[in-house]
């Protein structure tokens, strides 16, 4: 039920169906209560008639010319005379008439076409008698037969001008609107988009060229964020460099001065870098050479390299593995996101605690026993410079680009990362179901 398009048609469908069904009805029940008056009308009438002629002449040879006239038509009659005995029928017709309709004044006598089988209508004689008209309501059932047919013809016809109109209605609107969604989702990867329904003149038009403009504008902005990276990244290597050294020999010439300015320009030299190798994934300067790997030995190789770090700081580094498997990766980047994860582990984790590496057939999982993060945090934890502290302490004062990098790599497998909280504390899924695990990948 999120999608417009179902929306929009259902909303249009109902309305018109309730609009429609409620139309037909009442126009269906005042044409069968029309029809049904109008007969009713034309008995009362007919019979009026042969009581003005019996009033004038009542005899023998009128009564039988009255009866002889209604025993070839749809309708039926029975003369009464004042001593309220069948004076003549047609049809044999006396033998429906109701004591009921006998002791009934001038007008409509039976009126239920519904569930009785005449209708009946009296006409008073001066002087003493009546003619009683009587019309089969199988006639008027007849009509009303009919007159259904016709609008169930209406109804189906109905039906199929809202399929053509939904069908049009999606064609026109909402799969434009899908089109436009499905491109504007293209934003975040700084393309430009083209989006084909700029040639209309309408509403849609108008914003299918905000949307292209606003595409251009941000890949625009994009570049020059890369390009200024880059450029940065590259004229500050030099100068931090000799920075670096030169603090060196201070610091081995014991001078706290030296030891202070040799720390912080390695922190600087390490966002230099950090910079220069987003800038590096970003411009696609970098290879993905995927080569079939075992992961469970790969991650236990990564652990070793790492245990010597945690065992300094008095925190266990443990791992589950299932049996082995094989996936297609590049080696050294996925090396290089397990270090940053398990560094990142390591610094948001006190002594005495436990960070487990957790590897699958589908996803490999890092959980440590630190604070975790907040919750209005977690969607941001891969952003760019993002810092859940907002303090540079020498502790877990990173470069906030780790993460990020990470990201970056892991994405560039056609796998994806995040991050969700604990009861222990912090963990960080690689999810691995999109990567193969055939040697027939192709290679980028």
């Not at 039906?159 to 989702?185: D, M, W």
């Not at 990766?329 to 957790?358: C, F, G, H, W």
Request: a negative charge; charged letters at 25%; aromatic letters at 6%.
């Amino acid at each position: 039920m999120n999608r417009l398009s179902l929306k929009i048609s259902l909303f249009y469908l109902t309305g018109i169906a309730v609009i429609l069904t409620i139309s037909l009805f009442l126009v269906h029940n005042h044409l069968v209560d029309q029809q049904v008056e109008n007969e009713l009308e034309r008995l009362q009438q007919r019979g009026d008639s042969h009581r003005d002629v019996l009033t004038e002449n009542f005899n023998r040879t009128t009564v039988s010319h009255v009866v002889m006239m209604e025993e070839k038509a749809l309708t039926e009659v029975v003369i009464m005379n004042e001593n309220g005995s069948v004076e003549g029928s047609s049809n044999q017709a006396e033998a429906y008439v109701k004591d009921s309709w006998l002791r009934a004044p001038e007008g409509i006598a039976e009126d239920d076409w519904r569930n009785e089988q005449f209708l009946a209508a009296i006409s008073p004689i001066e002087g003493g008698g009546s003619v009683i008209m009587l019309e089969p309501t199988r006639q008027i059932q007849s009509l009303i037969t009919e007159l259904n047919h016709h609008f169930a013809i209406a109804a189906l016809l109905t039906g199929l001008f809202l399929v053509v109109s939904l069908y049009f209605l999606s064609h026109f609107i909402t799969k434009p609107l899908l089109s436009i969604r499905k491109a504007a989702g293209k934003l975040s990867q700084g393309d430009v988009l083209t989006v084909p329904e700029t040639k209309r003149n309408d509403e849609i038009g108008e914003l299918a060229r905000s949307i292209t403009k606003i595409s251009g504008d941000l890949h625009q902005i994009q570049q020059s964020r890369k390009a200024f990276l880059t450029s940065i990244a590259h004229e500050l290597r030099t100068p931090i460099t000799y920075i670096k050294g030169y603090a060196g020999l201070l610091k081995k010439q014991d001078s706290s001065y030296g030891k202070i300015i040799y720390e912080e320009a390695d922190r600087l030299h390490r966002l230099i870098e950090d910079l220069f190798e987003l800038a590096r994934l970003e411009e696609n300067s970098f290879t993905i050479e995927p080569e079939k790997t075992k992961m469970t030995v790969f991650i236990r190789s990564v652990i070793e390299r790492m245990q010597p770090a945690f065992h300094k700081e008095n925190i266990s580094l443990g791992i589950t593995a299932e049996q082995p498997f094989y996936k297609m990766i590049d080696q050294k980047r996925l090396e290089q996101v397990m270090i940053i994860l398990l560094d990142n582990a390591l610094k948001y984790t006190p002594s005495q605690k436990t960070v487990t590496v957790s590897v699958e057939k589908e996803k490999i999982e890092v959980t440590d026993e630190g604070p975790g993060v907040r919750e209005d945090a977690l969607p941001h934890l891969f952003d760019r410079f993002y810092r859940v502290d907002a303090s540079r302490n020498r502790d877990t004062g990173g470069t906030g680009l780790g993460l990020a990098i990470a990201k970056e790599i892991v994405e560039a497998h056609d796998a994806a990362i995040f991050a969700e909280n604990t009861k222990t504390g912090l963990k960080i899924t690689i999810d691995l179901k999109g990567v193969a695990d055939e040697e027939d990948r192709t290679r980028r």
